[in-house]
Nanobody, 127 residues
Framework: QVQLVDSGGGLVQTGGSLRLSCAAS????????MGWFRQAPGKEREFVAA????????VYADSVKGRFTISRDNAKNTIYLQMNSLKPEDTAVYYC????????????????????WGQGTQVTVSS
């Protein structure tokens, strides 16, 4: 099993920045594709970003390209989501996730590809 603890959310104004962190423990961290999803009240869970098991490849939702950066530090068993130029539509609970069910990184835009989830951290962007 893998345990994920995500943190770093908060309240920021439009145009501000936040960095989310996700600390992993349990099974071999490096063996998992890691990602972030988000969910706003009354909305479907949506893909944000994912990073390959090696950290060499990343994929982003079109809505966050150029603004968000996902990275991982396997030595620290931690992934990050740097969020810049935040918009009110970024307001959501953000969930860290880990999975091993696909081969191509692009497959990990589907939440079914992930096995483990953090508890979520709230990001609120005021207008």
């Amino acid at each position: 099993q893998v345990q994920l603890v995500d943190s770093g959310g908060g309240l920021v104004q439009t145009g501000g920045s936040l960095r989310l962190s996700c600390a992993a423990s349990g099974r071999t961290f490096r063996s998992y594709v890691m990602g972030w999803f988000r969910q706003a009240p009354g909305k479907e869970r949506e893909f944000v970003a994912a990073v390959s098991w090696s950290g060499s490849s990343t994929v982003y939702a079109d809505s966050v390209k150029g603004r968000f950066t996902i990275s991982r530090d396997n030595a620290k068993n931690t992934i990050y989501l740097q969020m810049n130029s935040l918009k009110p539509e970024d307001t959501a609970v953000y969930y860290c996730t880990a999975g091993t069910r696909g081969v191509r990184l692009s497959q990990y835009t589907d939440y079914h590809m992930f096995d483990y989830w953090g508890q979520g951290t709230q990001v609120t962007v005021s207008s």
